[in-house]
């Protein structure tokens, strides 16, 4: 059974960074996209960055240049690394998988609405001006 962790969430001001992991176990596929999701209250769940089994990522242009997504496939560990952070940033942060060998764009999964297949619990991210 697949199982996804997040871990590393906060609250931190304006300008500040955090780093957010993910810890896989039970994911035996050898192609897949992994991405990191965020949903701030009173909207919809949006990506963020998206990383497939070759290490080809896909960023939200909101995040672009602030935010970086990295995987170490030897500890089956998935992470966000976010700097600058904005209130705006504020959410909770979900990590998902998806057994695939094509992975969407963060903007062509937005387009399609395309659910990954497993989800983590999330983690709260908050900034404050």
């Known amino acids: 059974q697949v199982q996804l962790v997040e871990s590393g969430g906060g609250s931190v001001q304006s300008g500040g960074s955090l780093r957010l992991s993910c810890a896989a176990s039970?994911?035996?596929?050898?192609?897949?996209?992994m991405g990191w999701f965020r949903q701030a209250p009173g909207k919809e769940r949006e990506g963020v960055a998206i990383?497939?089994?070759?290490?080809?990522?896909s960023y939200a242009d909101s995040v672009k240049g602030r935010f970086t997504i990295s995987q170490n496939n030897a500890k089956n560990m998935l992470y966000l690394q976010m700097n600058s952070l904005k209130p705006e940033d504020t959410a909770i942060y979900y990590c998902?998988?998806?057994?695939?060998?094509?992975?969407?764009?963060?903007?062509?999964?937005?387009?399609?609405?395309?659910?990954?297949?497993?989800w983590g619990q999330g983690t709260q991210v908050t900034v404050s001006s």
């Open positions: 998902a998988a998806d057994p695939t060998d094509v992975c969407l764009t963060v903007q062509g999964l937005d387009a399609t609405e395309y659910e990954y297949n497993y």
């Open positions: 990383i497939d089994s070759d290490g080809v990522t």
């Open positions: 039970g994911y035996t596929y050898s192609s897949y996209c």
